[in-house]
């Protein structure tokens, strides 16, 4: 398992292969879809998989909490477009004080001083695995002050009519059915930190869920991106390795 982050070209990760390490799984995308075998996000195109691939990449922490909502509502009520605002919580790439390490200004402001928007490829990440979807993702970030659990802010526009009880009962359904142990449903009044150390990649927060007119729709998603896309990473390499061709003792 590779999770520096710093690896994200074929180039260099097939050094991991000819200094002999028979496969790879990444925690992070390759830099274009070209860069990696395959690109899973686990219970969703996991199946994809047939063992011959040596550099898998198991995507991004905020690529699993929204890949299964939005397969899910496209399948289920169709969209439009969609808009992703992500607060995620501070990263290894940020200093603690001001400092000049980074060509993006924002990156060089103390991370726990600020809230700091940055660039994402969130949308590319979607659309990616998504590609129903392509042309119709638009995605920002913004790093927040806090040590871990993030959410999503997702503005979508349906295809046809709906309302928030109806989208709420979809992802409730869904957490108990078809996407349960991914997904998680609660109308509780949670605060960010509940969630650490929750398993699933997303929890909606149907407390928060509104709609404008009949096709404009918010949902507001939490996830621990540490401890849940940890979980994502073990199932991925679970299931791979069970395809890989046995070997002698």
């Given amino acids: 398992i590779e999770s520096s982050g710093c690896y994200g070209q074929r180039a260099e990760l097939t050094r991991f292969l000819d200094a002999g390490c028979p496969r790879l799984l990444l925690s992070h995308p390759g830099h274009s879809a070209d860069d990696v075998d395959a690109t899973i996000v686990h219970g969703i195109n996991t199946d994809s998989l047939n063992g011959s691939e040596r550099l898998v990449s198991a995507a991004s922490c905020t690529t699993n909490a929204i890949v299964p909502i939005l397969a899910l509502l496209d399948r289920e009520v169709g969209i439009e477009q969609v808009m992703l605002t992500t607060l995620h919580s501070v990263m290894n790439d940020q200093p603690l004080i001001d400092g000049y390490h980074h060509e993006d200004l924002r990156r060089t402001r103390s991370a726990m001083q600020s809230i700091i928007p940055v660039s994402t490829g969130l949308a590319r990440g979607v659309e990616r695995l998504l590609p129903c979807l392509s042309g119709k993702v638009s995605a920002k970030a913004i790093r927040v002050p806090t040590l871990n659990v993030s959410a999503i802010d997702l503005m979508l526009n349906t295809q046809r009519p709906v309302s928030a009880s109806e989208i709420n009962a979809l992802l409730a359904a869904a957490a108990k059915g078809p996407l ?70």
């Fill in 180 to 249: 349960a142990g991914l997904l998680a449903y609660s109308e509780a009044a949670h605060a960010s930190i509940d969630f650490n150390h929750d398993p699933h990649s997303a929890i909606v927060d149907g407390s928060q869920t509104r709609t404008a007119g009949h096709h404009l729709v918010n949902l507001f998603v939490w996830f621990d991106n540490e401890w849940g896309f940890a979980n994502r990473m073990l199932e991925v390499a679970d299931h791979w390795s069970r395809l890989w061709p046995s070997q002698p003792d």
